[in-house]
């Protein structure tokens, strides 16, 4: 089982920054490929970025791109989400998802067997 703690939410200006941190109880944590997702006011969940397992191969969602970048230290056991020139519709609960099958990475909820509780991040105008 693995269990997946988020951190580095909170309340920032529109244009500022935040990074976020997903840290992994499993002992190797380099076995799972990694997601974000996020869950807007009165909006479905909807995928972020992903990381593959080897932290070669990434992918982000049209809304994020050039602007969050997503990571992996392996030896920490931590995924990472850097947020710059953040929006107000960026605001939403960010999870974390790490995949045992598709080790590549994923773009759709399915493809993740392991969730976090989430973190929240607040942007205003």
């Known amino acids: 089982q693995v269990q997946l703690v988020e951190s580095g939410g909170g309340l920032v200006q529109a244009g500022g920054s935040l990074r976020l941190s997903c840290a992994a109880s499993?002992?190797?944590?380099?076995?799972?490929?990694m997601g974000w997702f996020r869950q807007g006011p009165g909006k479905e969940r909807e995928f972020v970025a992903t990381?593959?397992?080897?932290?070669?191969?990434?992918y982000y969602a049209d809304s994020v791109k050039g602007r969050f970048t997503i990571s992996r230290d392996n030896a920490k056991k931590t995924a990472y989400l850097q947020m710059n020139s953040l929006k107000p519709e960026d605001t939403a609960v960010y999870y974390c998802a790490a995949s045992a099958r598709y080790i590549g990475g994923g773009d759709s909820e399915i493809q993740y067997n392991y969730w976090g509780q989430g973190t929240q991040v607040t942007v205003s105008s």
């Open positions: 990381i593959s397992k080897s932290g070669r191969s990434t």
């Open positions: 499993e002992r190797t944590p380099s076995s799972y490929a």
